[in-house]
């Protein structure tokens, strides 16, 4: 089992940044990926960034150049720095890691981007 828990959500204005954070506890030696994906209002849940333990990462189109997903393997925490901020990037972020052949989510943070 994995427990994931999200901060660093808010109401940020548009070019506006955040950070947001996302500390692992549990089972933590089997997680092999972790990422941050998000659900805007009547839209889907969606990849937004990943990062596997070796290092690889990969980011949805809409959002490359803006954010960047890291990792501290040290404090079992990951990160997503978000810049340049649209109000399109409103939506609740969820912090995944995939463990052991299962996906665990956390309960996720609000993100709002508007004047």
């Known amino acids: 089992q994995v427990q994931l828990v999200e901060s660093g959500g808010g109401l940020v204005q548009p070019g506006g940044s955040l950070r947001l954070s996302c500390a692992a506890s549990?089972?933590?030696?089997?997680?092999?990926?972790m990422g941050w994906y998000r659900q805007g209002p009547g839209n889907q849940r969606e990849l937004v960034a990943a990062a596997s333990s070796g290092g690889s990462t990969r980011y949805a189109d809409s959002v490359k150049g803006r954010f960047t997903i890291s990792r501290d393997n040290a404090k079992n925490t990951v990160y997503l720095q978000m810049n340049s901020l649209k109000p399109e990037d409103t939506a609740v972020y969820y912090c995944?890691?995939?463990?052991?052949?299962?996906?665990?989510w956390g309960k996720g943070t609000l993100v709002t981007v508007s004047s």
């Open positions: 995944n890691a995939y463990a052991g052949g299962m996906d665990y």
């Open positions: 549990g089972s933590i030696s089997s997680i092999y990926a």
